[in-house]
């Protein structure tokens, strides 16, 4: 019963959430499944760590799906930039399980954290506003 409740109260989260506010959502899961990847390595769980550095790096792709090039070009085109090079470490990290690089990539993912934090206090996070086209947003948080 605790599952499905948790599950309940994360979609009804997602479905009411401003855009911003699903872009931090998307952050914060690609952080705790690269630090659980991290966890699963450091007790030799190889298998698990693999899953869980793949399911980061899935969510880092939503990041960059989501992007709207069509807005502010220059901005989507830096932050397009970080997120490439975030899912580089992720390859590198994946392919030698690599510490370093996942480490550098969940500096990184924690910085947009603290970015997408701050946004969401500013434009507040009660605004009903979330848009049809952050359907691949909200179909990520399942992970």
């Known amino acids: 019963m605790h599952g499905y409740a948790r599950t309940n109260y994360l979609e009804a989260q997602v479905l009411t959430a401003a855009p911003q506010k699903l872009r931090l959502l998307l952050i914060e899961g690609a952080l705790r499944h690269g630090r659980a990847a991290r966890e699963h390595w450091r007790a030799e769980r190889i298998w698990d760590g693999g899953e869980s550095l793949t399911r980061c790096h899935e969510i880092v792709h939503e990041l960059v799906a989501g992007l709207r090039r069509e807005e ?3 901005l989507v085109a830096q932050v397009g ?4 090079y975030i899912s580089r470490l992720l390859s590198t990290a994946h ?3 690599d510490l ?3 480490d550098e990539a969940l500096a990184l993912l924690d910085h947009e954290r603290e970015t997408w934090s701050l ?4 434009l507040g ?3 009903q506003d979330a848009e049809p086209s952050l359907a ?3 179909l990520s948080l399942n992970a």
Request: hydrophobic share 25%.
């Open 72 to 74: 502010a070009p220059e």
């Open 81 to 84: 930039g970080l997120y490439a």
């Open 95 to 97: 392919l030698r399980r």
């Open 100 to 102: 370093t690089s996942l």
């Open 119 to 122: 946004v969401c206090r500013q």
């Open 125 to 127: 996070e009660s605004r």
């Open 136 to 138: 691949n947003e909200r």
